[in-house]
């Protein structure tokens, strides 16, 4: 059996594969399907310092080879979360990691100092890239200066355990906000989130989306991100987390031929619950095949 075990900014993985923020619940709904603790690691839904409602209905919309959503982060925030999510989750072999978003750079580091303490959470992953939502989210991963603010406070706060920052791909140049983030003490950058996009009902003549816009992911987006784990793995020298329409294990193993040391499943989880089990069992055979013993080797090596 080869080496599947990866290093991420200090935080050693049993495997590349993780699950993406949004489409994994809190990883408890999907244990009638998988055994979580064959994961990398399951990254939870995004957690914010106050309780968050989400955008009104209707706030998913299928599209060709994709979906759109505008969900808007709805959660119950940190404190909920350490109180009741927390003891539940916390036990599993895998490695749990909170999405943190926030309105403002204090709600960032605020929520991020609030789970520091706890032992179970092995990293953060900082959403400086959530387009659906009205203050926050994206607006902070569209500047260089913007992703750095957010990244030093998130530093500050979240000493000593692993900090990876999710990148948003509505962006001129995401290099350039991957080097901002790796200079303010990113551990890793994830990327992509989903793409901004829009779906019309030609009968009512109206958005299909509350919000009009919202978030384009599925496999419509791949060449678009693995396009960006490319550029952004030349650009930096932290480890890249890449996602944005896996469906399988090929689109895994494309991803990290393009750079990524890790990989997150997202939009997939809804087709097949068991696709994260699916995708370890296809590296594993991917190495055997051709003879590699550690997938390390096959990183950024097109």
């Known amino acids: ?24 619940g809190y990883g408890e709904e999907f244990t009638p399907f998988i055994d979580i603790n064959r994961l990398g690691a399951y990254i939870i839904k995004g957690t914010t310092l106050n309780p968050r409602q989400g955008n009104d209905y209707p706030r998913m919309v299928e599209t060709p080879a994709g979906m759109l959503n ?4 709805q959660n119950k925030g940190v404190d909920y979360f350490i109180e009741h999510i927390y003891p539940r989750i916390k036990d599993y072999k895998s ?23 706890l032992d179970g959470v092995k990293a953060i992953e900082v959403n400086i890239s959530c387009p659906n939502v009205k203050e ?12 750095a603010a957010v ?33 303010e003490g990113a551990d890793s950058v994830s990327l992509i989130n989903t793409l901004m996009g829009m779906s019309i009902d030609v009968e009512k003549r109206r ?17 678009v991100a693995v396009r960006m784990v490319w550029q952004v793995a030349k650009a930096v020298n932290i480890p890249v987390v890449g996602l944005g ?12 031929l393009a750079g990524a040391r ?26 055997q095949r051709h003879g590699i013993s550690d997938i390390n080797e096959i990183v950024g090596c097109i």
């Open 95 to 117: 490695h749990l990691i909170v999405n943190v978003s926030g309105a403002n750079v204090e709600d960032y580091a605020e929520t991020a100092r609030r789970l520091h303490p």
């Open 70 to 73: 505008a969900v808007g982060l």
């Open 136 to 147: 926050g989210g994206m607006a902070f991963g569209t500047t260089t200066s913007g992703a």
């Open 262 to 287: 890790a990989i997150e499943i997202g939009t997939a989880n809804f087709v097949d619950p068991a696709v994260t089990m699916k995708v370890i069992d296809y590296m594993e055979d991917y190495c």
């Open 1 to 24: 059996m080869a080496n599947l075990s990866v290093n991420i900014g200090g935080l050693e993985l049993q495997n590349p594969v993780m699950t993406a923020s949004g489409t994994f």
């Open 207 to 223: 958005p299909h989306l509350s919000t009009v816009t919202g978030g384009l992911s599925g496999p419509a987006v791949r060449p």
């Open 151 to 183: 990244t030093k406070a998130v530093r500050e706060a979240y000493p000593g355990k692993t900090l990876i920052v999710k990148l948003s791909p509505n962006v001129t140049s995401i290099a350039d906000i991957a080097r901002a983030v790796e200079a």
């Open 245 to 256: 329409g896996i469906m399988n294990g090929r689109d895994a193993i494309e991803f990290m």
